[in-house]
């Protein structure tokens, strides 16, 4: 195997364009399918090969839908098709539904088999059931480090042999190997009749049923045996495969039974066991031959590590310590940057706008449209992008890691006893960093039970988008707890979930709780290289957010706040009156002012939105009065050394957290804590007690738009949104009212 | 004796597959078939799931799950 380098196989706009230009050079595209176990590096391998990014991480699952990436080799351009992954070609399951419609029904020129080379048995399982469709095969056999880390000796001439299709190493992480397994690929797009796959032998029981059926299939319903892979069809049909059955809905199935009816007695089973048994055993028999094992097994360190991590006693603990360590590390890292953002928001860049503003002659009310209502409400979320990124970080780190399946597990019976499965814990946890991810995560489930009531829960689950309210009331009122306050408010958001899904249970799911089948995957470091890229990909919607949608509310929320023309108050503005007409509902929740009613209002569309609204409603009176104008060069010049400085006071957090000592240490945050406008207003505006409540609403009153959006797709109708909407909505105005009552009955208020 | 009986650290050899539908084709698919050996690795430290090392990967399965699965000790 040898390495190769990346230009070699990256995306060549160029070539493809002057391919393009000249148009006697006949390009030829040609499909390739990657297929293969879950978890076995396919989207890994196909962002090596054509420089994409999709979706990878350490647990079985990641893929749900069929995505695809062009790129042109040696004069054919090639579009590889990443498939979700799976054990099997059964009906059960959406991804193996997804999975086996394409495969059939698309035609790929070739399939890519993505093939666990730490794992042969189980992915040749697949193998074999791939050659079945008679499409020309290569099998990257993949993960080849991990392999002969644990000392495997894989014989891949004697595998070619008896597969009959070519096998080629592979470390998709490394990009080793990706030039030969091009090279299979357009081989055999050079010669295709050369490269049909074995046919494997199933023993002489069931191949002369199969025969009988083929046989039947042509005779009697010759249109199918265009339509479908005829060997394939044919086992389909023995195993009276519920999908297909559905799809060619043929009358007159005795034949299927008298074909099958001596296998049956003969095995004492159905036909699907007795197929899977057939098909394991030519797996087993091929991995026996061409895998040489070492005699030893050595203790690895994933055996090691679990040892420890799912511990009896340890396990829950380490889980919890973990999340806290995210949410604590997340805050720490970032909080110097989000100030740095919050300063330049609020000094330089609006005193540049006013000044270019100026010396356009623009009228009053364009440079307050500028400066308060887009400066202001695009900058106050915008200190939140350091945050974001953060725990996009983490997630993604946990993510690659391998600890999000063992989460699973150790969650898996508290997540029983809701109706749920320890799967949903996968989507729920993706929740964290954004909803809208976690509800088309919800995929991975396999019932469409388990889908409905795990998005129902999700939007429990706080999202990154909440953060930033958060993070303006713990700096006002709580600095000195703030690991601890945000903390509190995950795990009520996890309590809560547990709760509703308890009573969701009871009402709107009742009946059987569903399988939890789970593969646990090794331990693997990520590298840094890519936890970048995959943490840029998920933080980049944030941006993206902010940019567009963001900018258009914080523009409609300036001239709801400032229309009819001429309002003298706030208060008396559209915006203004509607937060007066909600503000009564709030009083018993200890803000039932017009402003916060307002910000709530706003942030329908999008929870972040509260804090940009809460800005352009307090602040613009207190940051008026900072009247000293610095130069230009005075503004670089702070720009750079307050840079620095964040990044010091970062790294400092850092270290402070990992010094266990000072894990609720005052004097690092408070240090960092400037005084900020919004931070100001709000300290008179509201008590602890009543910044706790008011958060608590915030992280609890409803999923965002995007959300809504993405449940109406995955369910194709608006009813599971709908009641999302409606029992957050209860829940919030509860918990906060017993949040506020409750603190005051103690003398807290 | 099921595969759910078996203590963490036992040895066993699946006799007969119980479990009917997709249950036992999910579980086919991923290795479990009659005659072959697994061992019991972990149980969650809430009491379920558990952990189970079969065809040289680990697997997690619920307890119930496992009950559909008869198993002889092997030692
Ligand atoms: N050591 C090693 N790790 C690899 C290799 N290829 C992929 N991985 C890792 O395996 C894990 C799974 O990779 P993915 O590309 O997400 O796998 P997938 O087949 O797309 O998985 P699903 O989408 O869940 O079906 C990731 O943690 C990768 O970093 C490899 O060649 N060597
Ligand atoms: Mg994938």
Redesign the pocket.
């Known amino acids: 195997m040898r390495t190769q380098k990346n230009a070699d196989c990256g995306l060549r706009i160029a070539d493809l364009k002057s391919e393009i230009a000249n148009p006697k050079s006949e390009i030829k595209t040609i499909t390739v399918a990657?297929a293969?176990?879950?978890?076995?590096?396919?989207?890994?391998?196909?962002?090596?090969i054509a420089g994409t990014r999709?979706?990878?991480?350490?647990?079985?699952?990641?893929?749900?839908e069929k995505k695809s990436a062009l790129f042109e080799y040696e004069g054919t351009n090639i579009k590889l098709v990443?498939?979700?992954?799976?054990y099997s070609l059964s009906p059960y399951t959406q991804?193996e539904i997804i999975a086996r419609d394409y495969l059939v029904h698309e035609k790929p020129d070739v399939i890519v088999n993505?093939v666990?080379?730490t794992n042969l048995e189980r992915n040749l399982y697949l193998t074999v059931q791939l050659l079945e469709l008679g499409i020309p095969v290569v099998i990257a056999l993949?993960?080849?480090?991990?392999a002969e880390k644990k000392g495997y000796k894989i014989d891949t001439k004697a595998m070619e042999k008896i597969l009959g299709v070519e096998v080629i190493p592979?470390?998709?992480?490394?990009k080793?190997g990706l030039d030969n397994l091009l090279k299979a690929i357009t081989n055999i797009t050079n010669s295709v009749s050369m490269h049909r796959p074995k046919k494997l032998n199933y023993g002489s029981d069931i191949e002369s049923s199969v025969s009988i059926v083929e046989k039947q299939i042509q005779n009697s319903y010759s249109q199918l045996s265009e339509k479908y892979p005829l060997r394939w069809l044919a086992f389909k049909l023995m195993e009276r495969d519920s999908h297909v059955m559905e799809e060619i809905n043929i009358e007159n199935q005795s034949f299927i039974e008298e074909a099958t009816r001596h296998l049956k007695k003969a095995h004492g089973e159905d036909m699907e066991s007795i197929m899977a048994d057939a098909r394991y055993a030519v797996a087993a028999g091929l991995t026996r031959e061409v895998l040489k094992k070492p005699e030893f097994k050595k203790m690895e360190l994933t055996e090691k590590i679990d040892k420890i991590v799912l511990n009896r006693f340890l396990g829950i603990p380490i889980f919890l310590a973990a999340m806290w360590l995210v949410f604590k590390l997340t805050f720490d890292v970032s909080a110097p940057f989000g100030d740095w953002i919050d300063a330049m928001t609020a000094g330089p860049f609006r005193r540049w706008a006013e000044v270019i503003l100026g010396f356009a002659h623009a009228p009053a009310w364009t440079a307050s449209l500028a400066t308060d209502g887009i400066i202001a409400g695009v900058g106050f979320v915008l200190v939140f992008v350091p945050v974001i990124f953060a725990m996009m970080f983490f997630i993604t780190f946990l993510?690659?890691?391998?600890y999000m399946a063992r989460a699973a597990f150790v969650m898996d019976r508290a997540m029983h006893s809701m109706g749920l499965h320890g799967k949903s814990f996968i989507p729920m946890l993706l929740g964290f960093g954004c909803n809208v991810p976690a509800v088309y995560a919800t995929r991975?489930l396999e019932n469409p039970r388990d889908k409905a009531l795990t998005s129902l829960l999700i939007p429990l689950m706080s999202c990154g988008a909440r953060l930033p309210v958060y993070v303006v009331f713990i700096g006002a009122f709580f600095t000195a707890y703030v690991g601890t306050v945000l903390w509190s408010l995950y795990v009520m958001g996890i309590a809560l979930a547990v709760l509703m899904g308890i009573i969701f249970k009871r009402t709107l799911f009742k009946g059987e709780s569903p399988m939890f089948i789970m593969e646990l995957?090794p331990y693997?470091m990520?590298?840094f290289r890519?936890l970048m890229i995959h943490t840029w990909e998920k933080g980049k919607h944030f941006l993206i957010k902010a940019g567009t949608y963001i900018l258009a509310v914080s523009i409609l929320v300036w001239f709801l706040l400032n229309l009819p023309w001429g309002v003298e108050h706030k208060k008396d503005s559209y915006l203004g009156k509607m937060g007066q007409v909600i503000a009564p509902v709030l009083a018993p929740l200890g803000f039932g002012n017009w402003e916060a009613a307002s910000s709530l209002v706003s942030g329908l569309i999008a929870k972040e939105i509260v804090v940009g609204t809460m800005g352009e409603i307090y602040v613009q009176k207190a940051a008026d009065e900072n009247k000293e104008t610095p130069t230009l060069t005075e503004d670089l010049k702070e720009m750079g050394t307050s840079f620095a400085g964040a990044v010091k006071d970062s790294a400092a957090n850092l270290i402070s957290t990992f010094g266990m000592a000072s894990l609720s240490s005052k004097e690092s945050t408070e240090e960092t804590k400037e005084r900020t406008p919004l931070r100001d207003v709000i300290k008179g505006q509201f008590t602890p007690l009543t910044a706790y409540a008011f958060i608590t609403f915030v992280l609890l009153y409803m999923p965002c738009i995007v959300v809504a959006i993405a449940m109406r797709q995955e369910f194709g109708t608006w009813k599971w949104f709908g009641i999302a909407f409606a029992y957050q909505m209860v829940l919030a105005w509860v918990v906060a009212f017993v949040i506020y009552q409750g603190g005051r009955l103690l003398g807290l208020g | 004796m099921n595969l759910a009986n078996l203590k963490p650290g036992e040895h066993g050899k699946i006799t007969k597959m119980g479990a009917m539908g997709p249950l036992k084709r999910r579980l086919m698919d991923m290795g479990v078939l009659v005659g072959e050996k697994v061992k019991v690795e972990k149980i969650a430290p809430l009491g379920d799931p558990i952990e189970v090392t079969i065809k040289n990967y680990n697997l997690s399965l619920r307890k119930k799950e496992a009950e559909g699965i008869e198993v002889e000790v092997v030692k």
């Open positions: 990657v293969g176990n879950p978890n076995s590096g396919k989207s890994t391998l196909i962002n090596a999709l979706y990878v991480g350490n647990w079985p699952g990641v893929t749900v990443d498939l979700p992954g799976t991804e993505v666990d080379a993949n993960i080849y480090d991990e592979t470390v998709a992480t490394k080793m993510e690659g890691s391998g991975v995957p693997r990520p590298s890519s």
